[in-house]
């Protein structure tokens, strides 16, 4: 399944692993990659000691290209985490809240592709004139930091306006090979996929956290600012059902994340087990949650995507118009 973003990347799918701060750890990361698409690691939660170490684990897993997800948006993370992306050996550089022009010349210079994280067209054209090599239109439906407009809406209109010039990875809900296939109907090419992956052995979750994915439905995320002070979309729960009651409570970013973390709710990039109050806790899930059933070992979903994305593609190709 060969598109742009398979050739510039020099992977076998248009599959990436969503960089999740406090899920996508070395494990993960490798198992996505290994199977054919791309791991992302989510840096945002780790400390500075942290990145190096955790590319050095996926590097001893696989050969194969990965990439780190960074929030430039925080105090000194660019600086540290820069450094580390260069010298951990990174295929990809993906930022989730804007990537600097300096940033993006470093990294070229160093033959690593960077993305951003665009929840608007003007995002995403903005992007491509600072320099980014390609571009993840994420849909409302997605799980963490998100923006209001659908996939379905947005992708397309992503495409239109700098498809021409930079692959466009779909992102938002998006859990199956059905989700590729249409992705790829809408111009994309490839996917952004986060919720699904936390379902899986290699994942790293507090307690409860891949119990909570099992049991909620599609109706059962919200889009809050309770837990970091910007809009991100999480299971609802009393935590969130507090701040929808009290809205004055609430602080800008990064001082609500501040105050989560010091009330105990959040705990995301702790080790895998560790005890929460599961009634209050920060589990980021995007609307396709509804379908998670099982838990599916990284690489096998990865397969299975590409599988079932085929066998629609095929269906779809064989559909003739009067």
């Known amino acids: 399944m060969r598109t742009r973003l398979t050739e510039m990347l020099g992977i076998e799918f248009p599959v990436m692993l969503a960089g999740m701060g406090g899920v996508s750890y070395h494990e993960l990361v490798a198992a996505v990659s290994e199977a054919g698409g791309i791991g992302t690691l989510g840096a945002s939660t780790m400390r500075d000691h942290e990145l190096p170490e955790e590319m050095r684990k996926v590097r001893e897993l696989t050969k194969k290209p990965f990439g780190v997800d960074l929030l430039t948006a925080l105090p000194n993370q660019v600086d540290s985490g820069i450094k580390a992306v260069i010298e951990g050996g990174a295929s990809i550089f993906v930022a989730g809240l804007g990537v600097p022009r300096e940033v993006i010349d470093l990294l070229h210079q160093k033959n690593i592709l960077v993305g951003s994280m665009c929840g608007k067209v003007k995002h995403a054209v903005a992007a491509v004139a600072s320099g980014c090599d390609f571009v993840v239109a994420q849909g409302t439906e997605a799980g963490g930091h998100t923006g209001l407009v659908a996939t379905i809406a947005l992708v397309p209109q992503v495409v239109d306006a700098v498809g021409d010039k930079v692959p466009v990875v779909a992102a938002g809900g998006l859990f199956d090979g059905r989700g590729l296939a249409a992705s790829l109907a809408l111009g994309a090419d490839g996917v952004w996929i986060g919720t699904r992956f936390i379902a899986t052995p290699e994942a790293?979750?507090?307690?409860?956290?891949?119990?909570?994915?099992?049991?909620?439905?599609?109706?059962?995320?919200?889009?809050?600012?309770?837990?970091?002070?910007?809009?991100?979309?999480?299971?609802?729960?009393?935590?969130?059902?507090?701040?929808?009651?009290?809205?004055?409570?609430?602080?800008?970013?990064?001082?609500?994340?501040?105050?989560?973390?010091?009330?105990?709710?959040?705990?995301?990039?702790?080790?895998?087990?560790?005890?929460?109050?599961?009634?209050?806790?920060?589990?980021?899930?995007g609307q396709g949650v509804g379908s998670i059933n099982d838990l599916v070992p990284a690489g096998e979903l990865v397969r299975r995507i590409v599988a079932e994305a085929s066998a629609v593609l095929a269906r779809v190709g064989n559909i003739r118009a009067k």
């Open 204 to 285: 790293r979750a507090v307690n409860g956290y891949k119990d909570q994915l099992l049991a909620t439905g599609e109706d059962g995320t919200t889009i809050s600012r309770a837990y970091t002070g910007k809009t991100c979309r999480v299971v609802a729960n009393d935590w969130t059902r507090h701040y929808d009651k009290n809205p004055a409570d609430l602080q800008p970013f990064p001082q609500q994340a501040v105050a989560s973390m010091q009330a105990g709710v959040n705990h995301l990039g702790f080790p895998t087990g560790t005890e929460v109050d599961t009634s209050r806790e920060f589990y980021p899930a």
